[in-house]
């Protein structure tokens, strides 16, 4: 099992920054690929950006340049950078870790870009 928990959301005015962090903890060792996803109202949970065990990274085209996944196995931690935040980027973010055998997701952290 693993469990995941995400923080440091909020409320944001456009053009600002925030950072999120998510925490794994139980069998971390299974997990391959990290990734943060998002969903906002009345639309399907989006990909943002993923990490692998070999520190690749992917990210959605509606976030490159802005927004930067990064990792420290020795915390066990994951982030979301993101700078220079649209309204269009409300949403409740979710971290995810892959393993083989199955996913596992965070409870959410919501993120409000608004003046």
């Known amino acids: 099992q693993v469990q995941l928990v995400e923080s440091g959301g909020g409320l944001v005015q456009p053009g600002g920054s925030l950072r999120l962090s998510c925490a794994a903890s139980?069998?971390?060792?299974?997990?391959?690929?990290m990734g943060w996803y998002r969903q906002a109202p009345g639309k399907q949970r989006e990909l943002v950006a993923t990490i692998t065990n070999g520190d690749r990274t992917n990210y959605a085209d509606s976030v490159q340049g802005r927004f930067t996944i990064s990792r420290d196995n020795a915390k066990n931690t994951v982030w979301l950078q993101m700078n220079s935040l649209k309204p269009d980027d409300t949403a409740v973010y979710y971290c995810k870790g892959a393993t083989m055998r199955r996913d596992y997701w965070g409870q959410g952290t919501q993120v409000t870009v608004s003046s």
């Open positions: 139980g069998s971390i060792f299974s997990i391959l690929v």
